[in-house]
């Protein structure tokens, strides 16, 4: 008698494994994210390759193009003033691994620093802040010529370097 595992596609074992993957590493915006440009405020489903955007690093960044892709990730719900005095200003649903730059009380006691880039499954506590589920969902990666922080949806987000993760998403 062959156990039940025996048989099975070495095809179907590499797709559940890039899907773990992608539930946890996929960061961007999902659609109705609000974006701060030079513009003013703009969805992010309406930026484009040349958009300013402000940023908390370098002031301002061009973007250099917007990768759009449905991916079957974990999220997490971020409730109105839940992270610091109207931050988020509304509730707000990001890729669990999100990295939001977190500069208050829990970067001193959590990580030591006055400021740190965190997940946003880490600062999931069940109440303020809820991971959910893996679902669906169409990600707007925003791509500078170097990594940058964002303000989107009353939050600083990392904006990554996505060539390779790009690349990686496109191969799987």
Partial sequence: MKPNTVGRSEAKL??????SEEILHAQGLMAGSIVLTLEGEMPVEFLSPGDRVITRDSGMAVIRHVHRR??????????????????????????ASQEILIRDW??????????????????????????????????????????????????????????????QAEAA
């Fill in 14 to 19: 590499s797709t559940k494994s890039a899907q």
């Fill in 70 to 95: 449905l991916a079957h990730i974990e999220t997490v719900q971020i409730k109105a003033g839940s992270l610091g005095h109207a931050r988020p200003e509304s509730d707000v649903t990001l890729p």
């Fill in 106 to 167: 829990r970067a001193k006691a959590v990580f030591g620093n006055k400021q740190a880039l965190v997940p946003a499954r880490r600062l999931a506590d069940g109440e303020f802040v809820t991971l959910q589920h893996a679902r669906d969902v169409t990600l707007h990666m925003i791509e500078f010529d170097r990594e940058h922080v964002i303000y989107a949806d009353g939050l600083e987000l990392s904006c990554p370097l996505l060539q390779h993760a790009v690349q």
